[in-house]
RNA sequence: GCGGUCGUAGCUCAGCUGGUAGAGCGCCAGGUUGUGGUCUUGGAUGUCGCGGGUUCGAGCCCCGUCGAUCGCCCCA
């Protein structure tokens, strides 16, 4: 056992049903996705470590202590990207593409974080995610939050997820904002707990966001931001509510939602089940202005969203959606000298585009057990001459037809 | 990085106050040169996560370690 080998920890394997959620994920939000016009992008999974230390801000624990980092053989410093905002941004740049804004972009694939794993959170995990790169209306925030709720729709899973939604302001409202909020906890400082104390220094808007029982107590106290809301901030905000009403997405106002990375202002939104214990949030984002400035190029409004595939996946369990392969044909040769005339038809079938099987080996009694296993939905017994009988697998029925009848039955 | 719980067959789990392993499912083969999902008979599979300690003797007790899991932190 010992000499057996593993995973890595915090990676794992995804076979059978688990590979069947994750391929369906991606697939209905890529599709989904589509629907809005966004077009897939493929970055490179390590960047240069400087695209997400200057990307994400150096408050945040995934900067600080989550990054894969090391040095290549030439002595560049590389990191295994630990989202995909950064590199999206970074490619725009790359690319010459922020002359011909706005970009609506949806991209899928592995991140990785250096973290303790928990269910639905592990140091290879995969993201869907969509941005807009060029677009300061408010409009567009409100499109990117109906695509996400349309994909949560479409995988089955919206169902007890709930929109909650926020905003952090321009950067006059935030500095103010977070000026009353020093003031105010300050003023409660030894009631902190220690988590919260170190926020006070580092992001007192975290604290917002603490679980902690007495540090509640203190939050509910607290200023919301909608006082300090400069004019234009606030009526940024009215718009995209009012734009999530007339596409139909329910929301729920949310004054204590933050966002972990440090690029994000205006909206910020999160999709949260309380199915997941405290991997609840399954879909955020929010309007980051200034990050592809970060990347070297010129100011660039934009928004978009992340999303757990482990996490939607675990949700699609929850729900019992649970994909299955298309249902095969089962050919089975009977008699001697069969087998020949078997083959060309399994071959012919799939050709004609029908998903068809044949087993290696097994007398009938094993073929058909197999065909069952397999859940196909008919069997066609050919003998030497190439004769064929189709039996519906479901209804028992069975009779002689030619081959062409046969690909005509089967939708080939 | 911190705290709680748990590691026995491919899977789900049982195993008494310590006496060197069991069930169900699954798998393989037979009953059936022949038409499946039913039934029936038989079979294979474990250094009991790993390492050390206590003991005449450890799956069970102790220590360590690795892993999983739950919560904190952080985040999707």
Redesign the pocket.
């Known amino acids: 056992?010992?000499s057996k080998m593993?995973?890595?920890?915090?990676?794992?394997d995804l076979i059978g049903a688990d590979a069947r959620r994750h391929h369906a994920v991606a697939e209905t939000a890529r599709r989904t996705a589509g629907l809005y016009g966004f077009e897939e992008w493929f970055t490179p999974i390590f960047e240069d470590t400087a695209v997400f230390a200057r990307g994400l801000g150096d408050t945040?624990?995934?900067v600080s202590k989550?990054m894969y980092s090391f040095e290549d053989r030439g002595g560049d410093s590389i990191t295994l990207r630990p989202?995909g905002t950064a590199g999206v941004c970074r490619a725009l740049v790359s690319n010459g593409l922020t002359q011909t804004l706005p970009q609506k972009v949806f991209y899928a694939g592995p991140?990785f974080?250096y973290?303790?794993?928990?269910?639905?959170?592990?140091r290879q995990?995969?993201?869907i995610g969509i941005e807009v790169l060029g677009a300061a209306e408010p409009l567009a925030d409100a499109e990117v939050i109906a695509c996400g709720w349309q994909i949560l729709n479409a995988l089955g899973v919206a169902e007890g997820v709930v929109l909650e939604i926020n905003t952090l302001g321009d950067a006059a409202s935030r500095d103010a904002y977070r000026a009353a909020l020093i003031e105010h906890f300050s003023a409660h400082q030894d009631k902190l707990?220690h988590?919260s104390k170190?926020?006070l220094e580092k992001?007192p808007q975290?604290i917002l966001?603490?679980?902690?029982e007495g540090d509640r107590a203190i939050v509910a106290t607290a200023p919301t931001i909608d006082a300090y809301l400069t004019p234009e901030a606030a009526s940024f905000f009215e718009a995209v509510q009012g734009y999530l009403t007339l596409f139909g997405v329910p929301f729920r106002r949310n004054p204590r939602i933050?966002?972990?990375?440090d690029y994000y202002s205006h909206t910020a939104f999160?999709f949260v089940t309380d199915r997941l214990?405290?991997?609840?949030?399954?879909?955020?984002?929010g309007r980051y202005n200034g990050l592809v400035e970060e990347m070297g190029g010129p100011a660039t409004p934009s928004v978009g969203?992340?999303?757990?595939?482990?996490?939607l996946s675990l949700l699609m369990e929850a729900v019992g959606n649970d994909p299955r392969p298309p249902r095969p044909v089962a050919v089975i040769p009977?008699?001697?000298g069969a087998e020949t005339a078997a083959l060309s038809l399994v071959q012919k079938l799939r050709q004609a585009g029908i998903t068809a099987e044949m087993a290696y080996r097994?007398?009938?009694?094993?073929r058909?057990?197999r065909?069952?296993?397999q859940n196909?939905h008919a069997?066609l017994?050919v003998d030497a001459a190439g004769a064929i009988?189709m039996?519906?697998?479901?209804?028992?029925d069975?009779y002689a037809l030619s081959e062409d009848a046969a690909i005509a039955a089967l939708g080939g």
């Open positions: 056992m010992s593993q995973p890595v920890r915090g990676t794992r945040s624990d995934v989550e989202e991140m974080r973290e303790r794993p928990q269910k639905g959170r592990y995990f995969h993201q707990s988590d170190v926020r992001n975290r966001d603490s679980k902690d933050v966002r972990g990375l999160e214990g405290s991997q609840g949030t399954v879909m955020g984002g969203w992340a999303a757990g595939m482990e996490r009977q008699g001697e097994g007398n009938l009694k094993r058909m057990e065909a069952n296993r196909a069997a017994f009988e039996k519906n697998l479901d209804s028992g069975q």
